[in-house]
Antibody, heavy 117, light 112 residues
Framework: EVQLVESGGGLVQPGGSLRLSCVAS????????MHWVRQAPGKGLVWVSR????????VYADSVKGRFTISRDDAKNTLFLQMNSLRAEDTAVYYC??????????WGQGTLVTISS | DIVMTQSPLSLPVTPGEPASISCRSS???????????LAWYLQKPGQSPQLLIY???NRASGVPDRFSGSGSGTDFTLKISRVEAEDVGVYYC?????????FGPGTKVDIK
């Protein structure tokens, strides 16, 4: 079964850091383009970042550029999102998802990140 | 960035009746493969989004045939032929043609 499982969320003070993980099973990350999408409480879906199948190309939303870093460890079949200089507006459920032409599927169950003092 | 709009934003439905949601993109979503890079998702309460339709009109694996997608270019429609109680949630369209991937604001479907 193709599956993604995120972890690493939690409560962090403004200015702090977190690293999210997304473990893939049923497929190999090294053959897939992967994305992070977030959803603030009660709000819609917002794209955050993307990494190419070979890990050489990354793209970020303007709102996180310079603060977040997407990466992958193919040996562990795991995707990461390193989040630094966190702000209250980064509070959201973060989902990882696999990209195929024109679609994201599957999605993980999400991990909640709360930024508050 | 490609802007996605949806209508209506709220849709009360009666079980057994049809329902329809419209999605529009600010640019054509036509891929070089001839398909439109438009996907539909349903997010049930407390769950992650689940893929319903990809490339505009293809039902994802396991999706009931009461769901259908149509349209091309910039105008798309999701139809439910006969709504069931389990179909409640928020429906999103997403353009998958270029980054940043962008989503419509969502259509909340609930039972009348």
């Amino acid at each position: 079964e193709v599956q993604l499982v995120e972890s690493g969320g939690g409560l962090v003070q403004p200015g702090g850091s977190l690293r999210l993980s997304c473990v893939a099973s049923g497929f190999t990350l090294s053959s897939s383009w992967m994305h992070w999408v977030r959803q603030a409480p009660g709000k819609g879906l917002v794209w955050v970042s993307r990494i190419s199948s070979d890990g050489s190309r990354t793209v970020y939303a303007d709102s996180v550029k310079g603060r977040f870093t997407i990466s992958r460890d193919d040996a562990k079949n795991t995707l990461f999102l390193q989040m630094n200089s966190l702000r209250a507006e980064d509070t959201a459920v973060y989902y990882c998802a696999r990209y195929n032409i024109g679609q994201l599927d599957p999605w993980g169950q999400g991990t909640l990140v709360t930024i508050s003092s | 960035d490609i802007v996605m709009t949806q209508s209506p934003l709220s849709l009360p439905v009666t079980p057994g009746e049809p329902a329809s949601i419209s999605c529009r993109s600010s640019q054509s979503l036509l891929h070089t493969n001839g398909y439109s890079c438009l996907a539909w998702y349903l997010q049930k309460p407390g769950q992650s989004p689940q893929l319903l339709i990809y490339l505009g009109s293809n039902r994802a694996s396991g999706v009931p045939d009461r769901f259908s997608g149509s349209g091309s270019g910039t105008d798309f429609t999701l139809k439910i032929s006969r709504v069931e109680a389990e179909d409640v949630g928020v429906y999103y369209c997403m353009q998958g043609l270029q980054t940043p991937l962008t989503f419509g604001p969502g259509t909340k479907v609930d039972i009348k």
